[in-house]
């Protein structure tokens, strides 16, 4: 993004920039952001209809644990990726394709829920299914213009697409 805003910067003065927002943002407002309503829910969800689930994101350890802990989800998942962990982050694939090795999940059976652009692109990349939240301040458009194959306005409104489609599922089996 900041390639598009400051063409003329070098790519290190881009990645000093980066560095620089990411302290200030550690320093001054980590310590007050909370989890969306109903993450853990969807989870466990998830994993009760036997979804592996691994979990691909940017932010360095210290940050993703944090994130974990507020969401209270540290024991759901199969598998984590994060930016320490990889060369480049998203929109590239590559911390979605470790996620995925770590979790040993096949990518045509995969989807990825994401809420920016740069999630959609990387997950196409990995060779999965996008699925948006608007939850990034990214529009619908946005993030059906990027690949999400469908997009909800939260973690509470997947929670409740997944219920329905596995009522419905049972349903049909019954």
Same mark, same amino acid.
Request: proline share 4%; charged share 30%; aromatic share 6%.
């Given at each position: 993004?900041? &390639?598009?805003?400051?063409? $003329?910067?070098?790519?290190?003065?881009?990645?000093?920039?980066?560095?620089?927002?990411? /302290?200030?943002?550690?320093?001054?407002?980590?310590?007050?952001?909370?989890?969306?309503?109903?993450?853990?829910? @969807?989870?466990?969800?998830?994993?009760?209809?036997?979804?592996?689930?691994?979990?691909?994101?940017?932010?360095?350890?210290?940050?993703? &644990?944090?994130?974990? $802990?507020? %969401?209270?989800?540290?024991?759901?998942?199969?598998?984590?990726?994060?930016?320490?962990? !990889?060369?480049?982050?998203?929109?590239?694939?590559?911390?979605?394709? @470790?996620?995925?090795?770590? $979790?040993?999940?096949?990518?045509?059976?995969? !989807?990825?829920?994401?809420?920016?652009?740069?999630?959609?692109?990387?997950?196409?990349?990995?060779?999965?299914?996008?699925?948006?939240?608007?939850?990034?301040?990214?529009?619908?458009?946005?993030?059906?213009?990027? /690949?999400?194959?469908?997009?909800?306005?939260?973690?509470?409104?997947?929670?409740? %697409?997944?219920?329905?489609?596995?009522?419905?599922?049972?349903?049909?089996? $019954?």
């Amino acid at each position: 993004m900041l &390639a598009q805003l400051v063409p $003329a910067a070098a790519p290190r003065d881009r990645d000093a920039m980066i560095e620089e927002q990411g /302290g200030l943002y550690r320093e001054e407002f980590l310590a007050s952001v909370r989890a969306f309503p109903h993450v853990r829910e @969807l989870f466990e969800a998830l994993q009760h209809e036997g979804r592996k689930i691994a979990i691909a994101t940017d932010c360095e350890k210290s940050e993703f &644990a944090h994130y974990l $802990a507020i %969401a209270q989800i540290e024991d759901l998942a199969d598998a984590y990726a994060c930016g320490d962990d !990889v060369r480049r982050g998203k929109p590239h694939a590559a911390v979605v394709e @470790l996620a995925l090795k770590r $979790a040993r999940a096949a990518g045509k059976h995969c !989807v990825m829920i994401g809420d920016t652009p740069s999630d959609a692109e990387a997950a196409r990349r990995a060779g999965i299914a996008p699925l948006g939240v608007l939850t990034g301040h990214f529009s619908e458009a946005d993030l059906r213009d990027a /690949g999400c194959v469908d997009v909800r306005r939260d973690p509470a409104a997947l929670l409740e %697409a997944f219920e329905a489609a596995c009522a419905a599922r049972a349903r049909g089996a $019954a």
